[in-house]
Nanobody, 118 residues
Framework: QVQFVESGGGLVQPGGSLRLSCAAS????????MGWYRQAPGKQREVVAG???????VYADSVKGRFTISRDNAETMVSLQMNSLKPADTAVYYC????????????WGQGTQVTVSS
């Protein structure tokens, strides 16, 4: 059974940092493309960052230079280091596997809330 458990969210001031973690199970992790997604109130879910099985990372333009995605195949975990956070980064963050298309997902975990506010 596929399962993603996200953690690490919270309330942070603009300019601050957070590190999100996602524990994945039920997939062949080392071969999987992993992605972080977010959904802000009233908006569609969007991809934030992805990391391929070979370690190559891609980022949405809105987070490039501020966010870093990484993976630990031994622990089947994917992380998202978020620096220089902005109020526009406020959203529920999710991880998932497979293609970096949020519309193609049949299952989502509970997500972790990130709120950037002074």
């Amino acid at each position: 059974q596929v399962q993603f458990v996200e953690s690490g969210g919270g309330l942070v001031q603009p300019g601050g940092s957070l590190r999100l973690s996602c524990a994945a199970s039920g997939i062949i992790f080392r071969f999987a493309t992993m992605g972080w997604y977010r959904q802000a109130p009233g908006k569609q879910r969007e991809v934030v960052a992805g990391i391929y099985s070979d370690g190559i990372a891609v980022y949405a333009d809105s987070v490039k230079g501020r966010f870093t995605i990484s993976r630990d195949n031994a622990e089947t975990m994917v992380s998202l280091q978020m620096n220089s956070l902005k109020p526009a980064d406020t959203a529920v963050y999710y991880c998932n596997s497979g293609s970096l298309d949020p519309a193609a997902k049949a299952y989502w975990g509970q997500g972790t809330q990130v709120t950037v506010s002074s």
